[in-house]
């Protein structure tokens, strides 16, 4: 009770402080959804002051200000912005906020761009003030000569070691000029590319770990899961599909994962390591013109997802935007395919909000409601609870504390 007390007489404070402002805007009449996988609260209310949080919870326990703007959820679900942490080619402020910011996802964490897009990466605001979008950003892999994802995309998306001197210089030559994690790639890919060693990735984690930064890996053959285990990555992006399994679905249809795979998996869980499955690049569409083995892998993908979940793991939300036929906006098919998987719907939302934040490193400022939170907030009409599909439905947007009229126009 005293705790409560106290509690309400801040929440007090902050709105004594701001009565004689017009920067208040209160979202009450609506399903409350946290992003932290609490229970939601029936009839929720949230306090924004300028650009932040002031007070959230049941609207029985907030006082609201008369000099306020109300907004009215009109019995919809409040949540946090939507978080993809998986994006390309949205370095354009004003394409990540018509694809984005007007649909939903007030931030994206994009996994490779050349070095010279990061500053265009950092900008958040138009020219108007409005918010356009947050970006996480990794610049380009850090890899060897000749190594992915250079021969197979661009070699603007390559940082080599033998261009940068050292693990070390790599990284800092990144973090000043605007990188906010690391990316690696352990990926052969189908031409037998080189690989970093064991001792350049290792050196490369422990130069980013010593700035605070996270590695982001890009793991899709499970025979290199544990070389990304050994050097202590922090986020597996794609799924480590093994060859065997391969092997056993096109001979007959019978997978088994074996347990040495999913010790593995034990000890990613057991590290912390967030699984982002983009399993919307990977799982065609039944009406898509695709190869048997690509099917193959998108329909192991989601199996070794499913086994991710079904241990404990953690998993984020990320579709791989930038690539032909990915939805922009709310990647509402991502969230499907992660239901399929076996997240339950809040654990969807979850993995959308406060686990995609942690991808991205800005857990202290996005991902949920929460006071001292910037207020990136969604209202949506239905409750995503019973059916993922009403997130294509928005009602209103707030990013950064101000409304963004809503882009209504199709999601690919």
């Known amino acids: 009770m005293y705790r409560k007390m106290i509690w309400l007489l801040l929440v007090f404070s902050a709105f004594s402080a701001t009565a004689q402002t017009d ?28 650009e932040r949080i002031i007070a959230v919870g049941a609207s029985d326990e907030i006082a609201i200000p008369e000099e306020a703007t109300l907004i009215d959820a009109d019995g919809g679900t409040i949540l946090p912005g939507i978080i993809n942490a998986h994006t390309h080619r ?7 906020y018509t694809n984005f910011t007007q649909r939903g996802v007030t931030t994206i964490c994009d996994m490779a761009s050349p070095i010279n897009a990061l500053e265009d990466l950092a900008q958040t605001t138009l020219p108007d003030g409005t918010l356009g979008g947050r970006a996480g950003r990794s610049g380009p892999f850090i890899t060897v000569e000749g190594g992915y994802p250079g021969p197979v995309f661009s070699n603007d998306l ?8 050292s693990p070390a210089d790599a990284v800092a030559t990144l973090r000043d000029a605007g990188a906010t994690y690391i990316k690696v790639g352990i990926e052969p890919a189908f031409d037998n590319l080189p690989l970093l060693t064991d001792e350049q990735l290792q050196a490369i984690v422990s130069a980013a770990h010593e700035n605070d930064m996270l590695v982001q890996a890009h793991v899709q053959n ?29 001979a007959n249809r019978d997978v ?7 010790e593995q998996l034990e000890r990613a869980i057991a590290m912390g390591v967030i699984l982002v499955p983009t399993l919307d690049v990977f799982v065609p569409a039944d009406d898509v013109d695709v190869n048997q083995l690509q099917r193959w892998y998108g329909e ?24 032909p036929g990915v939805q922009s906006g709310i990647p509402i098919r991502e969230m499907q395919l992660l239901q399929d998987a076996g ?70």
């Not at 929460?370 to 599909?389: M, Q, T, Y």
């Open 23 to 50: 920067t208040v805007l209160v979202i009450t009449n609506g399903q409350l959804i946290d992003g932290t996988g609490a229970e939601p609260i029936e009839n929720g209310t949230v306090v924004i002051e300028n």
């Open 90 to 96: 949205a370095r354009d402020l004003r394409i990540r």
């Open 158 to 165: 390559n940082y080599t070691l033998e261009e940068a001197g």
């Open 222 to 250: 499970a025979d290199y899961l544990e070389m990304a285990l050994d050097a202590d990555i922090d986020v597996l992006h794609h799924v480590p599909v093994p060859a065997t399994a391969i092997a056993s679905l096109a």
């Open 256 to 262: 088994m994962l074996s347990d040495a795979f999913t």
């Open 300 to 323: 192991l993908a989601v199996i070794v997802t499913s086994e991710y979940i079904a241990l404990g793991g953690q998993v984020a939300l990320g579709n791989d935007f930038g690539n």
């Open 343 to 412: 997240l339950m719907p809040m654990d969807v939302l979850v993995a959308s909000t406060s686990h995609s934040a942690q991808v991205c490193d800005m857990a202290e400022d996005v991902g949920t409601l929460e006071v001292g939170k910037f207020a990136d907030i969604i209202i949506v009409n239905g409750n995503p609870l019973d059916d993922l599909s009403v997130m294509n439905d928005l009602a209103f947007i707030i990013a950064n504390g101000s409304e963004v009229p809503i882009n209504r126009r199709g999601s690919r």
